[in-house]
């Protein structure tokens, strides 16, 4: 019997999807100096579009120079040309595969050494410990909130034109959009704030400004968080209700996740045994979003076997399985599980062996994202890399970049 990840997927605008089957978003940081694209990020894509996923995401591509979220993000702006753009969608558009560009803006989460003066819905920093990370932020003008919509807008409309099949807007984990979704984080008393109604404009605004550039049949996405998981932020019913408005709106797939930097939920660290043995860590909340929206549904998180997808699939709960970190140390996930391969993710928790080094460091991004860059020169991941090895690894990697940008 054929399995549902083989199916294809149709999409409102009419975009057909081969199979069930998204690589999630997760940061490269692979970016050059002056945030270009590059052989890597080509030769990166090129080998997961090999490896069979019917949708691609990228990670974390920003709209603004002057505002990123780790020191090699590519950045997509007016009037910058750059020359491996439609290098990379070729090689992430091989074997009929999509591949999208998620549009990002980290808003308050950029680090002190990336944002002396961050921006953000309204001047209110971080949680401790992370605020010893990150700059207080500067309350956005209305002025400054449009030209960040003109900006995702610009940005979509490169993406069509350097040949990308889609783009994905980042609404979620706690990044500028989230940040306007939350009420904890925007304490606004203008039209951007205060209701929900205000507070998803900004979301709202954006999707209009793309699809004005990038047309009815060109596939628009969002990520979304199904919650903060924070006392007083963002909650389940809220997120319906956003997912509801863009749905109508003619939003064309809707990725679920959730947390943020201060609540990690994406990560699954603190889910229960329960909830990881049904895999999905979200499934709960997008049982209830199924009921409310039509748009095809993307379920990202905590999937390790093809039982788990199928049942997912089966139940009707989303549309679509997101896999992240197990396409990181596997590209050849996809294509194993499509062939019907009773084969199970090699994701694992991972620990320094340090409770306050783990709070300390995101290894659950640096780690992945060294397997990542071993994948760009063209070797294969290493699952057995050591936790703390791949930490001095990147703090190495990070500070000679950085040396390189003041000498610069």
């Not at 549009?103 to 921006?119: A, D, E, R, T, Y």
């Not at 003008?141 to 807007?169: C, H, N, P, W, Y």
């Not at 709070?359 to 060294?370: A, D, M």
Request: proline letters at 5%; charged letters at 25%.
């Amino acid at each position: 019997m054929k399995n549902r990840i083989n199916d294809q997927l149709t999409l409102p605008c009419s975009a057909i999807i081969k199979n069930r089957l998204g690589k999630s978003a997760m940061s490269e940081n692979m970016a050059t100096r002056d945030y270009k694209c590059n052989a890597e990020l080509v030769e990166l894509y090129r080998r997961w579009s090999a490896g069979g996923a019917g949708l691609l995401i990228t990670g974390n591509v920003m709209i603004d120079a002057s505002a990123l979220g780790e020191p090699s993000n590519v950045v997509m702006e007016k009037n910058k040309q750059d020359p491996f753009l439609k290098k990379w969608a070729q090689a992430g558009s091989q074997y009929d595969t999509h591949i999208w560009v998620q549009l990002n803006h980290p808003g308050k989460q950029s680090p002190k050494f990336l944002s002396k003066k961050p921006v953000a819905p309204s001047a209110i920093e971080l949680n401790a410990p992370l605020n010893r990370m990150f700059n207080r932020p500067k309350e956005l003008s209305e002025t400054e909130i449009f030209d960040l919509i003109e900006r995702f807008g610009t940005a979509a409309k490169m993406s069509k034109e350097a040949g990308f099949t889609g783009v994905q807007i980042h609404g979620a984990h706690g990044y500028l959009i989230s940040q306007f979704l939350s009420p904890i984080h925007n304490q606004r008393h203008d039209k951007w704030g205060g209701s929900l109604e205000n507070r998803m404009r900004f979301p709202v605004e954006v999707y209009h400004r793309i699809r004005s550039y990038v047309g009815p049949q060109f596939p628009v996405s969002i990520k979304l968080n199904s919650a903060d998981f924070q006392r007083g932020g963002f909650t389940e019913d809220e997120s319906i209700e956003v997912a509801r408005t863009l749905s109508e709106l003619g939003m064309d797939l809707i990725e679920i996740s959730g947390g943020s930097y201060e609540a990690p939920e994406m990560m699954g660290v603190s889910k229960k045994k329960s909830t990881r043995e049904r895999e999905a860590y979200f499934l709960d909340y997008c049982e209830k979003i199924r009921m409310t929206v039509k748009t095809p549904l993307m379920l990202t998180g905590g999937f390790r076997t093809l039982k788990g997808m199928e049942e997912t699939l089966e139940s009707g709960a989303c549309d679509m399985i997101g896999l992240g970190r197990s396409l990181a140390i596997n590209p050849e996930f996809p294509n194993q599980l499509l062939s019907g391969s009773n084969i199970q993710s090699e994701v694992v928790p991972l620990t320094t062996g340090s409770k306050m080094l783990d709070q300390l460091v995101p290894l659950e991004i640096t780690w992945y994202t060294e397997q990542l860059h071993r994948m760009g020169k063209g070797l294969d991941p290493k699952p057995n890399l050591g936790a703390k090895t791949s930490i001095v690894h990147t703090l190495f990697s990070l500070g000679i970049k950085n040396l390189k940008r003041v000498r610069g």
